[in-house]
C-alpha cells in the first residue's frame, strides 16, 4: 500500500521509519511518502494559512496549497482515497482501519491551525478523528491511522498475528505471561503450565469476557447483544 502524507512538520514523522514499519518498507509492501505543504505555496514567505472571513482569531489553511498538494500526491497514487484529520471527524476505530487497509492507498491530509478552508472537504473522502480531545495538529493522528492500517497489510505481521487482537469482535485480550514462572512472589496461573490446551483455550476466553466485562462495561454489552 502507498499511503502520502501532507503535512506542515514532515521532520515530525520519524517514527514511522522504525520498527515494523520499517520491515514493511523494506519488504514492499508500505510505501510512504511525505509531502511539505509548503512546498505547494506560491509566495516568499510559503504561508499555507491566512485570516478567517467574517474575522476571528484563529489562522485557517488556504485552499490553494492543500488542493496543489493532493493533486500532486495523487498523480503517484490515483486510487489513494483522501483522509483529513480533524477533531470533528468520525471517529477512527479498529474496524475503520480494517476498512483502510483494503484501499489500494491513502493521501492524509494532516490538519492543523483553527480550522481549514471548508472547500477543500470538496476532495477529501473522510475527516477522521482518532478520539474526543484535541491535540495540537494533525501529525500525531495521521501517524495514528498509518501505523493502524499497515500492521493489518497482509505480510506484514507474521500469519494470523493480528487476528486475536483487541476490538477484534468484542473482546480484550486474555492476560500473558512469560518467564519465569514466579516472579517477586507472583505466579503464572496453574492451567497455562498444565499443557491442556482446551482447557488453556476456555480459560482465555473466559479471562477475556471477564476482563471485558471489568474494563470497558460498553464494549461487554455489545458483546453480549451479538453473542445472543
Ligand atoms: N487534530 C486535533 N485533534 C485531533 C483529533 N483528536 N483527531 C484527529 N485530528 C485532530
Not at 478552508?117 to 478523528?129: H, P
Amino acid at each position: 500500500m502507498r499511503i502520502d502524507i501532507i503535512t506542515i512538520f514532515p521532520g515530525m514523522f520519524a517514527p514511522l521509519e522504525q520498527s515494523i514499519l520499517k520491515r514493511a518498507a523494506e519488504k514492499k509492501l508500505l510505501e510512504i511518502k511525505l509531502w511539505d505543504l509548503r512546498d505547494f505555496t506560491q509566495d516568499k514567505h510559503r504561508k499555507v494559512d491566512d485570516t478567517a472571513y467574517g474575522g476571528g482569531k484563529g489562522m485557517v489553511f488556504r485552499c490553494e496549497p492543500v488542493f496543489n498538494a493532493v493533486s500532486r500526491a495523487k498523480n503517484e497514487n490515483p486510487c489513494g482515497k483522501v483522509i483529513i484529520t480533524s477533531p470533528q471527524g468520525s471517529l477512527f476505530t479498529q474496524e475503520a482501519a480494517k476498512k483502510f487497509s483494503r484501499e489500494q492507498g491513502l493521501i492524509i491530509i494532516c490538519g492543523h491551525y483553527e480550522g481549514i478552508d471548508e472547500r477543500v472537504f470538496s476532495i477529501v473522502d473522510y475527516e477522521v478523528s482518532i478520539g474526543d480531545y484535541v491535540l495540537t495538529g494533525g501529525e500525531l493522528p495521521a501517524m495514528v491511522i498509518t501505523d493502524c492500517v499497515a500492521r493489518l497489510i497482509p505480510g506484514v505481521l507474521p500469519k494470523e498475528a493480528s487476528v486475536d487482537d483487541s476490538f477484534n469482535g468484542c473482546l480484550l485480550d486474555w492476560p500473558c505471561y512469560t518467564k519465569p514462572e514466579v516472579f517477586n512472589g507472583l505466579r503464572v496461573p496453574e492451567i497455562l503450565l498444565s499443557g491442556n490446551h482446551k482447557k488453556i483455550a476456555e480459560w482465555r476466553c473466559k479471562q477475556a469476557e471477564e476482563r471485558t466485562r471489568k474494563k470497558r462495561p460498553d464494549l461487554y454489552k455489545k458483546y453480549l447483544k451479538e453473542k445472543s
